[in-house]
């Protein structure tokens, strides 16, 4: 299930430097993860997905990496910028049922 | 995303007023979903469609109830407000077998 709680976790990282942000989620029988970026006062933003038959997907500055044997999914950010700053949330599905289980969100700060 | 609108964008009411948030999208996307994100804590869903003859309740769906008036269009309403439904609520909106959501900007709610 979801942990509850007020204080999001929090990453502080130098720019110019790699972020890694981590998410542990909970059905092992999902099959699709997603990262999400959420900046103050917008809504969430896709940037990286991944399906289960893999292991490493890149895009542009980001890389997700999935271990479906510890039901672990990370987010790396290569060279970290200013920009990068805000709430990053991993989802996944729940098995082609269409919706989506969003974990509690990391707040990433970068450092000018 | 400027393809998935949402109205008002800033909402102050009173407790016990019924009260409509609505939802617009220009991507031809079948399945609508409204979320609630409270601070510190990540997106609940509150009801979800996947297509006009179609409403499900999500995880937090008591004080809720939508209409889904168009495959463009999904509100909703809050029956009589109360001060813990005061959130930011996002619509988001979905293709058929992909799972990828796609958000609004967002409606920040208060309720006095």
């Known amino acids: 299930g979801e942990s509850v ?3 999001l976790p929090t990453l502080s990282v130098q720019e110019g430097d790699n972020s890694i942000i981590n998410c542990a989620y909970s059905n ?3 099959d699709y993860f997603i990262w999400y970026k959420q900046e103050s006062g917008k809504g969430p933003q896709f940037i990286i997905d991944i399906r289960s038959n893999m292991d490493k997907r890149q895009g542009q500055r980001v890389t997700v990496l999935l271990n479906k044997t510890v039901k672990h999914l ?3 950010i290569a060279a970290t910028q200013p920009g990068d700053s805000a709430v990053y949330f991993c989802a996944e599905n729940m098995a082609n049922r269409g919706k989506l289980i969003f974990g509690q969100g990391t707040e990433l700060s970068v450092k000018p | 995303d400027a393809d998935v609108t949402q109205t008002p964008r ?3 009411t009173k ?5 409509m948030l609505e939802c617009s999208q220009t991507k031809g996307h079948d399945r609508m979903y409204w979320y609630r994100q409270d601070p510190g804590l990540g997106l ?3 009801y979800y469609s996947f297509d006009v003859k179609d409403i499900n309740k999500g995880e937090i769906s008591d004080g809720y109830s939508v209409s889904r008036q168009a495959q463009a269009k999904f509100s909703l309403s809050l029956e009589s407000a109360i001060p813990n439904q005061t959130a930011l609520y ?5 293709v058929p077998h ?5 958000f609004g900007p967002g409606t920040r709610l208060t309720v006095l």
């Open chain 1, 5 to 7: 709680g007020l204080h």
């Open chain 1, 28 to 30: 092992s029988a999902s």
């Open chain 1, 74 to 76: 990370s987010l790396q």
């Open chain 2, 10 to 12: 800033n909402r102050i």
């Open chain 2, 15 to 19: 407790t016990g007023k019924r009260i």
């Open chain 2, 44 to 46: 609940r869903l509150i």
């Open chain 2, 90 to 94: 996002f619509c988001a909106t979905a």
């Open chain 2, 98 to 102: 992909t799972d990828t959501q796609y």
